[in-house]
């Protein structure tokens, strides 16, 4: 139980384009999300934090017009990057909290890594 | 600001021996603590993972040891296997509005050699 998929798992954009990424809890609904940014040999950063159904809080220093987020459904969280550029390039990564468990744990979804040319 | 430092960036140890990986946190708030293990091209997948309240935990060839006081924690890996080379975080909870929110450390990258 408790598996997070991500899609696409990788995608290569132009310069200037936007591109989405959906991240779905697939055996259990997930009240909240989480949005990831890891750089190569680096740690993962959390983005935003959404909540189905209201607006996602994002940390400090993220654009949150060029990162939107949408947590539509209780299974369902997009990220869509706007106006990409090369050093938006990097790894996404969402994950999924899954209520009612003990431990609240926080799910991952296998990445989607994004490279813009 | 880093809020949880680990240590070391880099380990190689031989197949059969302990890997130790260390963490140390400062707020005080953090009441959760999991260590992932990473390989790539792949997202973290949990480990293990320990309450303040709690000195030890232990899951097959996985042992956390806490020390509040300290405010440090470390993972504990017994007889390595080649599989468990990959990159391990450990990362802290904290309570921010409704959401519990992870912070991790700056990970590690084991190597085990055959």
């Known amino acids: 139980g408790a598996v997070v998929s991500q899609h696409p798992s990788w995608v290569i954009c132009k310069s200037g384009t936007s591109v989405k990424i959906e991240c779905r809890s697939l055996?259990?609904?997930?009240?909240?999300m989480f949005w990831y940014r890891q750089f190569p040999k680096q740690s993962l950063m959390l983005m935003a934090t959404?909540?189905?159904?209201?607006?996602?809080?994002?940390e400090q220093g993220v654009e949150k017009d060029k990162f939107l987020i949408n947590h539509a459904s209780l299974t369902l969280s997009t990220l869509t990057v706007t106006s990409a550029h090369p050093e938006d390039s990097s790894f996404y990564i969402c994950?999924?909290?899954?209520?009612?468990?003990?431990?609240?744990?926080?799910?991952f979804g296998p990445g989607t890594r994004l490279t813009v040319t | 600001q880093q809020q949880v430092k680990q240590s070391p960036q880099s380990l190689i140890v031989q197949k059969g021996g302990i890997s130790i990986i260390n963490c140390a946190y400062e707020?005080?708030?953090?009441?959760?603590f999991p260590w992932y293990q990473q390989f790539p091209g792949k997202g973290p997948a949990l480990l293990i993972a320990?309450?303040?309240?709690?000195s030890e935990k232990k899951e097959g060839r996985f042992t956390i040891s806490f020390n509040k006081s300290a405010k440090q924690f470390s993972l504990h890996i017994m007889d390595s296997q080649p599989g468990d080379s990959a990159t391990y975080f450990c990362?802290?909870?904290?309570?921010?509005?409704?959401?519990?929110?992870?912070?991790f450390g700056s990970g590690t990258q084991l190597t085990v050699l055959p």
């Open positions: 990362a802290a909870r904290v309570r921010r509005g409704s959401a519990r929110q992870l912070t």
């Open positions: 994950s999924a909290r899954a209520p009612g468990t003990g431990a609240y744990e926080q799910y």
């Open positions: 707020n005080t708030a953090f009441d959760y």
């Open positions: 959404s909540n189905e159904g209201s607006k996602a809080t994002y």
């Open positions: 055996d259990f609904q997930a009240t909240t």
């Open positions: 320990i309450r303040p309240d709690v």
